[in-house]
C-alpha cells in the first residue's frame, strides 16, 4: 500500500513545464495572425478618414449618406436632404464612390 501512494504522489515524466522557445512561438504566431493584421487595419482606416475633404461624398456606419461641408478635429459636418449632421470621423463607413463602385477584391 506505501509503494501505491508513493507512486500516485509521485510527479508525471515531462510535466515539468513548457519550454519557453515554444511558448515564444506560440506567441509570435497568434502576434503574425491575430495582432499584425488587425494593427494594419486600423492603419488603413485613419488614413482613409484623415484623407476626406470637403465637398467628398460619404456613407457613415449607419448608412447616412451625405456630403462634407465642414472638417474638424475629430468630426465631420455633413449635409444631407433634411439640413445638417455632426458626425465622428470613425463614424464614416466609406467613399460614396466606394459604395456605388466597389473596388473588384484582390
Known amino acids: 500500500m506505501t509503494q501505491l501512494n508513493i507512486l500516485l504522489?509521485?510527479?508525471?515524466?515531462?510535466?515539468g513545464g513548457m519550454n519557453p522557445m515554444v511558448l515564444m512561438l506560440i506567441m509570435?504566431?497568434?502576434f503574425f495572425f491575430m495582432v499584425w493584421p488587425q494593427m494594419r487595419r486600423q492603419k488603413k482606416a485613419k488614413?482613409?478618414?484623415?484623407s476626406l475633404q470637403?465637398?467628398?461624398?460619404?456613407v457613415t456606419s449607419g448608412?447616412?449618406?451625405?456630403?462634407i461641408s465642414s472638417v474638424t478635429d475629430t468630426q465631420y459636418i455633413i449635409d444631407i436632404?433634411?439640413?445638417?449632421?455632426k458626425i465622428e470621423k470613425?463614424?464614416?463607413?466609406?467613399?460614396?464612390t466606394q459604395a456605388a463602385y466597389p473596388a473588384p477584391k484582390e
Do not use: L, N, R
Open 63 to 67: 448608412g447616412v449618406h451625405g456630403k
Open 90 to 96: 470613425s463614424g464614416v463607413s466609406m467613399e460614396m
Open 81 to 85: 436632404e433634411e439640413g445638417k449632421m
Open 28 to 30: 509570435a504566431v497568434m
Open 9 to 15: 504522489q509521485a510527479p508525471a515524466a515531462g510535466a
Open 54 to 58: 470637403k465637398g467628398d461624398k460619404i
Open 47 to 50: 488614413a482613409f478618414t484623415e
